[in-house]
């Protein structure tokens, strides 16, 4: 699910293996900055998918939610560390309905590990 400036972020989803025949679905039509480090987890009937953009800057992490995978996606900043400050390696946790975004950040010369409840 890595996506460039300029094109869009897909998930392909594929229920048999043995003819690894895709459906796609399009998270994100017209990305802004290159994006990495993309999950995506479901809680009850949301789905959420989350990405780490670079935009030369800084790094943050974008979250997407849906009720479908086929969308629409409604798009959120829920990072936003500063300049020359970096948040990426988001992994999604879910448990007894709620979810916990674990994510890395280097702030200050010094890395962390956040947790967030979503």
């Not at 972020?9 to 796609?24: G, H, Y």
Request: negative net charge; aromatic residues 16%; charged residues 20%.
């Amino acid at each position: 699910m890595t996506a460039r400036t300029g094109t869009s972020i897909k998930i392909w989803v594929n229920a048999d293996l043995d003819t690894l025949t895709d459906t796609e679905y399009t998270v994100d039509a017209a990305v802004t900055d290159d994006t990495w480090d993309h999950t995506i987890r479901k809680i009850g009937n949301i789905w959420y998918a989350f990405s780490a953009p670079d935009n030369g800057i800084m790094q943050y992490i974008d979250m997407y939610t849906s009720s479908t995978l086929g969308g629409p996606w409604t798009k959120e900043q829920i990072t936003n560390p500063g300049t020359d400050m970096w948040d990426y390696w988001p992994d999604f946790y879910v448990e007894n309905n709620s979810g916990y975004l674990f994510y890395a950040s280097k702030k200050d010369g010094f890395g962390h590990i956040i947790a967030k409840i979503i």
